[in-house]
């Protein structure tokens, strides 16, 4: 089946310190390349995606960073807040673009 | 209306009963999706209907059935679940088809526990 790893699995920064997650895919059909976030009990949110015609895209303290040679594409967070803590999610398309599959997530805690 | 709503939020119901979960979008979406998510794991597609027609079903047991009465509801009848159905289901909807490379809307979700 289609492979989608996500790195970390956790992670933990201080408070004012950079956040990076990494999505790697081998579904070469993928074009589209969200980032949702989803706090306790709520529901995944898009937070920024790219598509394949541009490397990079930023929206305030939030950039994502797309290797399509490489087939990875990363989040990127700086200046980090608490309410920056939550779980994230890529999302691709699989199986020759008929299968939306999420990443298996990353639990980011920001601390004081 | 920017929301995707889903109701109820929470369901607890027997192996033997019969229910609903109900949602809806007034953005104009035409692809409207079902999702399960257990805790501390990543959303699992189970449905999506692309204009009003059922264009992926996840290989998802019979005892889950969709259905997409028009553009703006999305309904999951629940028949004979077993325990390990207990989950949180998503709906979420996007603007044109299933592979629209338009962002997905969620809903809040129904926490289900089946007793």
């Known amino acids: 089946g289609e492979n989608v790893e996500q790195h970390p699995s956790t992670l933990s920064v201080q408070e004012g310190d950079s956040a990076v997650i990494k999505c790697t895919y081998s579904d070469s059909a993928s074009n589209y390349f969200p980032w949702y976030k989803q706090e306790l009990g709520k529901r995944p949110q898009l937070i920024i995606d790219i598509r394949s015609n541009v490397g990079e895209k930023k929206d305030q303290r939030i950039a994502v960073t797309l290797n399509k040679t490489a087939k990875h594409f990363s989040l990127h967070i700086t200046e980090t807040q608490p309410e920056d803590s939550a779980v994230y999610f890529c999302l691709i398309l699989t199986g020759g673009g008929n299968k939306l599959t999420f990443g298996t997530g990353t639990q980011l805690k920001v601390e004081l | 209306d920017t929301e995707v709503t889903q109701t109820p939020k929470h369901l607890v119901m027997g192996m033997t009963n019969k229910k609903s979960l109900k949602c809806e979008q007034h953005?104009?979406?035409?692809?409207m999706y079902w999702y399960k998510q257990k805790a501390k794991k990543p959303p699992e597609l189970m449905f999506v209907y692309s204009y009003e027609k059922l264009s992926i079903n996840e290989s998802v047991p019979s005892r889950f059935s969709p259905e997409c009465p028009n553009s703006s509801l999305l309904n999951l009848h629940l028949h004979a679940l077993q325990p390990e159905d207990s989950a949180l289901y998503l709906c979420a909807s996007s603007l044109r088809g299933d592979r629209d490379n338009q962002p997905q809307h969620f809903g809040d979700g129904t926490r289900l526990s089946i007793l």
């Open positions: 953005m104009g979406h035409r692809a």
